[in-house]
C-alpha cells in the first residue's frame, strides 16, 4: 500500500496538442479517489500516466515516495481493471486470475491458494475453470477484479469498469467496488465520466476538465461549494440552472428580479478580487425550488418567488421536473450554451428545470410560482467562471 | 413454401455446378495416373484397367523424389524465415507508429504487385555472378521476398483485431514486452500466424517461374520444374502418366500441411477478451 503524488503532471503528444496540464494531486494511503469528468477530459490520460501506460512529459509521480516517472509498468506493482475488462481470452478464468502471479513465478501451491481466495471473495469458484467467452458481462467484471486483488499490489486502478455493464447491474457491483476497497483498504484511482459513480464511491472527488484539475474535494463539498461554472454545472443531476445577472449594491438582479443578500459586502469584495466587470451567472440547483403554494407559508418571507411559464412536465414518480425558460438576455446566452456543451448537459442553455415534489399540479402550458432560498444560491462571474459565494 | 422449396433447390443446382467444376479435372487427373500407357488417351473417366506403373516409373529414376525433397525443403525454410519476419514486421505495423511506417507498407505492398517475370532476367545474372544459380539459397531468398509482404498483411490484419487493452494488461500484470508477446498475444494470433504459413508454403510450393529460371539440376530443382521436364526424362513414352501421377504426389504434402493446420484455425478465439 502506498500514498500517490502527482507534481505538476503534463501530457503534451508528440503533435504538440496537450492532454494534460499541471495537475497536482495527494492520494493518502489507502484513500478512493475518483478522476471525474467529460470525455477528454484527460482523466484516462493521467491514470495511464499513474499505471505507465503513457509517458509523463512534465512534472513528477510518486509513488510509496518513490518516483515512478521511468519505471516499467510491471515494476510499479499497480493493478488495473480496464473498461474492456481485457481477459485473456485463451486462458481460463483460474488462469486469468493467476496470469500475475505466474509473471512473478510464485510457488504453484500459493498461486492455487490465492486464487482461490480471490475467487471465494468475488464469488467466482463456480467459474474458475469456464472461458472468458462464457461468462456474462458481470462475471467477467468479477474475473477483473480478482485479477487486480490477487496480488496485493500498492495501487488499484480502475478506468470506467462499469461502464459496459447494464444499469441494474452497474448499482451492484458499484456497491461491490466500494466494499471491496473498504475491507481491502488498497489505495485506489478510479475513472468514471458517471458523476452518480462519483459521488457514491469515492472518499474524493477529481473534477477534470480540458486537462486541468477543476477542483478536488469530498462529494458533499463539490456539490455544497463548487469552485467555478463547471463544477457546478457537472456535479448534480439534473444539472445547475443558470441565470444571467448583475451585481448590485446589495445584491444581484435578474430576469426573476432584484435578490438581496445578506452578504453582499464580501460578494462585492470577492468579485473585485477576481476583476469581475459585474457581469455574474446565479446558479440555482433544480431541487432548490419548490412550488411556492405547497410550502410552509412562513417559509415565503426568506424566499425568492417568481413566475415561470411551464414548457413540460416530466414525472419521476417520486419528483416532477418542470422545464421553464428564462429569457436571458444579451451575450450571456453564447456562454450558457457553451457551458452546457462542455458539462454535456441535456437542455439548451436557455431552458431551466426546477425538481418538485409530485403532488404538483400545474400541468404543462400552465404558470407555476416557483420560490428558492437565496441562501443556497451560488454566484459566479461571468467572463472568469469563478465561484463568488 | 413452393417459392422456398424452389430456391433451395436453385441453390442445390448451383452448389452441384460449383463443386463438379472444382472436382471434375482433379478427378481427371487422379484417374489419369492410374491409367496404364496403352489407354491413358482412351477418354475414359473411369479407368477400365487400375494399375500404378506411373507411381513406380516416377520414383524409379530418383529425379523426382529429389525434386520432391528439395520442394519440401525450401518450402519448409521459406515459410519459416517468411513467418518469422513477418510476424515481427506485422505486429510492428499493427501496433507501433514510427517513421517511414507508410513507406514500408508501401513497398510490401509494390513488390506484392510487382510482375515476377520481369525479375527473373536481372535474378538469372546475379544469382550466376554470386554463385546462388541451382542452390536452395537461390531460390529461398526470393521467394522470402515475394512472400513477405503476403505475410505482412494477412498477420498485421490479425494483429489488429487483438486488442490492445490485453497487452496492456498483461504489462500492467508484470509481463515484460517479450512475456505479453509470447503468452498473450502469439497464442491469439495462432490462427493468423497458421493462416499465413499455408499460404507462403503453398506459394513457394507452386512456384514454376522462378525455379525453372534459376535452377538446372537435382541440386534445387523443385516438383513442378521436375514435371515440367518429365518430356525429357522418359524418352520413350508419352510422359501423361507420369505427370499425372506427379501432380497428385506434389497435391499430397499441401493436403497434409493443411489438415495438419486446421484444427489450429479457429475463428473467433478472441471472443470474450473485451466487450464491444
Known amino acids: ?3 500517490i503524488v502527482l507534481d505538476n503532471v503534463s501530457k503534451q503528444y508528440p503533435d504538440g496538442s496537450t492532454a494534460v496540464e499541471g495537475v497536482n494531486l495527494q492520494i ?16 484516462s490520460t493521467t491514470l495511464n500516466m499513474i499505471a505507465g501506460l503513457e509517458d509523463i512529459t512534465g512534472g513528477d509521480l510518486f509513488i ?62 463456480e467459474l474458475l475453470d469456464r472461458k472468458p467467452a462464457n461468462l456474462s458481462g458481470g462475471q467477467r467484471q468479477r474475473v477483473a477484479m ?107 438582479e435578474s430576469v426573476i428580479g432584484e435578490i438581496a443578500l ?73 456562454v450558457l450554451n457553451r457551458l452546457a456543451e462542455d458539462i454535456g448537459a441535456s437542455t439548451q442553455g436557455g431552458q431551466k428545470v426546477a425538481r418538485l415534489l409530485p403532488t404538483t399540479t400545474v400541468p404543462r402550458g400552465g404558470t407555476v410560482s416557483l420560490a428558492f432560498e437565496p441562501r443556497l444560491m451560488h454566484v459566479f462571474d461571468t467572463a472568469s467562471g469563478l465561484s463568488l459565494r | 413454401m413452393s417459392s422456398l422449396n ?34 491413358v488417351t482412351d477418354g475414359n473417366f473411369i479407368p477400365t484397367s487400375w494399375t500404378l506403373e506411373n507411381y513406380r516409373n516416377i520414383f524409379d529414376t530418383g529425379f523426382f523424389t529429389s525434386a520432391l525433397i528439395n520442394s519440401i525443403g525450401i518450402g519448409l525454410i521459406t515459410t519459416a524465415i517468411a513467418v518469422v519476419l513477418g510476424t515481427m514486421a506485422a505486429y510492428a505495423i499493427a501496433r507501433l507508429e514510427f517513421r517511414g511506417k507508410k513507406l514500408l507498407v508501401g513497398a510490401a505492398l509494390l513488390i ?30 526470393p521467394y522470402t521476398a515475394f512472400a513477405l509482404p503476403l505475410a505482412i498483411y494477412t498477420l498485421s490484419a490479425f494483429f489488429r483485431e487483438i486488442p490492445w487493452d490485453l497487452e496492456k494488461a498483461a504489462m500492467m500484470d508484470g509481463a ?32 514454376l517461374l522462378l525455379a525453372l529460371s534459376l535452377t538446372s539440376t537435382d541440386r534445387a530443382q523443385t516438383a513442378p520444374v521436375a514435371i515440367a521436364n518429365f518430356t525429357g526424362v522418359s524418352q520413350f513414352e508419352e510422359p501423361t502418366g507420369a505427370i499425372a501421377a506427379a501432380a497428385v504426389v506434389i497435391t499430397i504434402p499441401i493436403i497434409i500441411f493443411v489438415l495438419f493446420f486446421q484444427r489450429r484455425i479457429v475463428a473467433g478465439l478472441t471472443s470474450g477478451a473485451v466487450k464491444g
Open chain 1, 64 to 125: 510509496g515516495g518513490e518516483r515512478m516517472n521511468d519505471v516499467a509498468p510491471k515494476d510499479r506493482d499497480i493493478a488495473m481493471v480496464f473498461q474492456s475488462y481485457a481477459l485473456y481470452p485463451h486462458m481460463s478464468v483460474r488462469q486469468n486470475i493467476a496470469f500475475p502471479l505466474s509473471l512473478a513465478k510464485l510457488p504453484k501451491a500459493e498461486i492455487a491458494q490465492k486464487v482461490d481466495e480471490a475467487a471465494r471473495i468475488l464469488d467466482l469458484t
Open chain 1, 28 to 43: 493518502a494511503d489507502g484513500e478512493f479517489v475518483i478522476l471525474v469528468g467529460p470525455s477528454g477530459c484527460g482523466k
Open chain 2, 176 to 207: 515484460s514486452p517479450t512475456q505479453a508477446f509470447r503468452r498473450v498475444i502469439v497464442p491469439l494470433a495462432a490462427p493468423g500466424v497458421v493462416t499465413s504459413a499455408i499460404l507462403v508454403f503453398i506459394f513457394a510450393w507452386n512456384d
Open chain 1, 1 to 3: 500500500m502506498a500514498d
Open chain 2, 112 to 141: 506484392a504487385m510487382f510482375p515476377q517475370i520481369s525479375l527473373v532476367t536481372p535474378l538469372f545474372n546475379i544469382e550466376r555472378r554470386i554463385g546462388l544459380f541451382d542452390t536452395w539459397l537461390g531460390l529461398i531468398l
Open chain 1, 262 to 334: 445578506p452578504d453582499h459586502r464580501e460578494l462585492l469584495a470577492r468579485a473585485q478580487e477576481v476583476g469581475s466587470d459585474g457581469h455574474v451567472l446565479l446558479g440555482i440547483r433544480p431541487e432548490h425550488f419548490a412550488d411556492a403554494a405547497q410550502i410552509d407559508p412562513a417559509l415565503l418571507p426568506h424566499c425568492k418567488v417568481f413566475e415561470a411559464g411551464v414548457d413540460f412536465v416530466e414525472s419521476m414518480g417520486s419528483d416532477k421536473y418542470y422545464y421553464f425558460t428564462l429569457e436571458a438576455p444579451g451575450g450571456s446566452a453564447e
Open chain 2, 6 to 39: 424452389r430456391r433451395r433447390a436453385g441453390w442445390t443446382i448451383v452448389n452441384l455446378l460449383v463443386v463438379l467444376y472444382a472436382v471434375i479435372p482433379l478427378w481427371w487427373i487422379i484417374s489419369l495416373s492410374f491409367k496404364s500407357t496403352g489407354t
Open chain 1, 146 to 252: 480478482g485479477r487486480a486483488i490477487v496480488r496485493s499490489p500498492k495501487v488499484f486502478l480502475m478506468d470506467e469498469p462499469l461502464s459496459n455493464l447494464d444499469a441494474k447491474l452497474r448499482v451492484q457491483m458499484r456497491t461491490e467496488i466500494a466494499q471491496l476497497q473498504a475491507r481491502i483498504g488498497t489505495t485506489t484511482v478510479y475513472v468514471t465520466h458517471d458523476q452518480t459513480e462519483a459521488m457514491t464511491l469515492g472518499d474524493r472527488v477529481v473534477v477534470m476538465s480540458k486537462g486541468r484539475v477543476q477542483q478536488v474535494g469530498a462529494p458533499q463539498e463539490l456539490y455544497d461549494h463548487p469552485l467555478n461554472l463547471f463544477v457546478a454545472g457537472f456535479i448534480g443531476s439534473p444539472a445547475m440552472n443558470f441565470v444571467p445577472g448583475r451585481l448590485t449594491e446589495h445584491g444581484v
